[in-house]
């Protein structure tokens, strides 16, 4: 069939985020926000459906096998008058709750590859199967299941769930370095040794809806991995190559359409630049840039689609992302916390900007101090002094729970106030903040970045946990510089069909 003999199994992973400092200001295109991509990743596997002899499939599958009932069928086809194309989820058995982010993510990337693919309007798209893999770390871990729960595989340690057979492959993990699963050794009270291995996708026991985030922009990473699949998957290279300046401009600008899009329009974009980009200092674009985008379905919305993707003389897209001045020096990490509730963003940002423009002139002043001190603490990491990080996170720390207070938003709740004030007393703590909009569900520490410092941290916040009567643990997950990257399919040959 024209058009598909470029068709090919990929991986793509984008990572997770830190809005380490900017929150709210990033919003405003007159400030900028200092971004850390995280060594947590969404993968996304593409690869075609194959079929038996004589039968013809159409459909697009997404399967998300670290949680209960998470696969989506899509079937789909091309609208008139330049409408792009249009998915229409399938439903067989059990209903499955639709997925707002994968549906509004297919609508957009089909319609752009349809549009730059001339032969796919005519030829259509080989069924694929694109298989969303999280590292552990997005989210909580799931409570030890009670009696009523689905039963233990292991009566000694309660650890694993039983799951099914497909459910059963997110647990597995390949023998490279990359994906296998870690094991860690414990000693019982009568001195025993204990070991536990760790899959590398964890089956979190629970559907996605009521799975507990912990903060990392798991929906940016999620739509810009399952972009940049999509596009690798169906286009040459010549028409996507992730590895190209060219590529990762592609892939951020329709991520960003089709992110915006499914949240409404409301977000200043730093999540999905980070995911495709990694760290940087991020500027949002013009939030009128897509004022005029058709909605999918509606008449010219593939062409005027396409061409506010490609920009091809860049005058549309004026965001900035710069990674120049960016970084940590050795020795030095961004840790993430992880405290077991979640936060209304969305509510929060309303009380924020309520505040705003009833108090522009007030607002506008405590915006220039949250610049500046965007602006030092850059400057401070990137330029290893890093005797002046808690200063400089401090000062930020304080204008934040003024602006809270003001605005009645829980930017910086007493809870996480005095657990971060008594955390910063910790040997090898640098700094630490609420990040991003704020609120309860996480925190992240700049830290010294080694064993005993790592140990003192984790025991500080067991000894927390147990005392305030809370789940707070620190994460695996760590800042790291680079985004969105093609993987080794080799190392997830347990998925591949």
């Known amino acids: 069939m024209a058009g598909t003999s470029e068709d090919r199994t990929v991986v793509v992973s984008a990572p997770g985020k830190v809005l380490l400092a900017g929150g709210y200001i990033v919003l405003d295109r007159k400030h900028t926000g200092l971004v850390f991509g995280l060594s947590a990743r969404i993968h996304v596997l593409a690869q075609e459906i194959h ?119 997110a647990s597995l993990s390949d023998p490279t370095p990359s994906t296998k699963a870690t094991t860690t050794t414990t000693t019982t009270a009568k001195g025993g040794k204990h070991s536990r291995t760790r899959p590398r996708f964890r089956h979190f026991g629970t559907t996605l809806r009521d799975a507990h985030k912990t903060g990392l922009g798991s929906s940016a990473a999620i739509v810009t991995a399952l972009t940049a699949s999509l596009l690798a998957h169906y286009l040459p290279r010549s028409l996507f190559d992730l590895s190209t300046e060219q590529g990762r401009r592609i892939l951020h600008n329709l991520a960003q359409i089709a992110h915006c899009s499914a949240q409404g329009k409301i977000g200043s974009g730093f999540d999905v630049a980070s995911a495709v980009y990694g760290s940087c200092l991020y500027r949002r674009f013009s939030p009128a840039l897509l004022s005029g985008l058709p ?64 108090l522009p002139k007030v607002a506008g002043a405590v915006y220039e101090r949250l610049q500046a001190r965007v602006n030092e603490l850059a400057g401070v990491l990137s330029g290893g002094r890093i005797g002046e990080v808690g200063k400089v996170m401090g000062s930020f720390r304080e204008i934040m729970r003024s602006m809270g207070r003001d605005c009645g938003a829980p930017i910086e709740p007493e809870s996480q106030e005095e657990m971060l004030n008594a955390l910063e007393k910790v040997d090898g703590v640098l700094g630490t903040v609420v990040p ?46 680079e985004g969105a990257r093609v993987e080794d399919v080799g190392e997830f040959k347990s998925w591949v069909s």
């Not at 008139?80 to 639709?98: C, F, M, N």
């Not at 707002?100 to 069924?127: C, M, W």
């Not at 010294?448 to 643990?473: C, N, P, Y």
Request: glycine residues 8%; aromatic residues 6%.
């Open 51 to 169: 079929t038996s002899a004589g039968v013809h499939l159409s459909e697009i599958v997404v399967q998300s096998p670290q949680f209960l009932n998470a696969t989506w069928r899509y079937g789909h086809h091309l609208v008139k008058d330049g409408g792009g194309i249009k998915v229409t989820q399938l439903q067989s058995g059990t209903p499955v709750e639709p997925n707002h982010f994968v549906e509004t993510t297919l609508n957009y990337v089909l319609t752009y590859i349809s549009q730059v693919d001339k032969s796919r309007a005519s030829h259509g798209f080989q069924p694929a199967s694109l298989l969303v893999l999280a590292d552990n770390d997005y989210y909580s871990k799931p409570k030890q299941p009670s009696s009523t729960d689905r039963p233990s595989s292991s009566s000694s340690t309660g650890d694993h769930f039983s799951l099914s057979a497909s459910e059963e492959k």
């Open 295 to 358: 909605n999918p379905g509606e008449e010219g919305f593939a062409a005027a689609l396409a061409a506010l993707v490609d920009d091809d003389d860049s005058s549309r897209w004026d965001c900035e992302v710069s990674k120049e001045g960016v970084g940590l020096p050795a020795g030095v990490a961004i840790r993430m916390c992880d405290v077991d509730c979640g936060t209304q963003t969305v509510s929060m940002v309303k009380k924020v900007h309520k505040w705003r423009d009833g």
């Open 436 to 481: 991003g909009a704020g609120g309860y569900d996480a925190a992240a520490v700049v830290m010294k970045d080694d064993e005993e410092t790592e140990k003192m941290v984790q025991g500080f916040l067991k000894a927390w946990s147990k005392e305030h009567d809370i789940q707070v643990r620190l994460m695996k997950v760590r800042g790291e510089t």
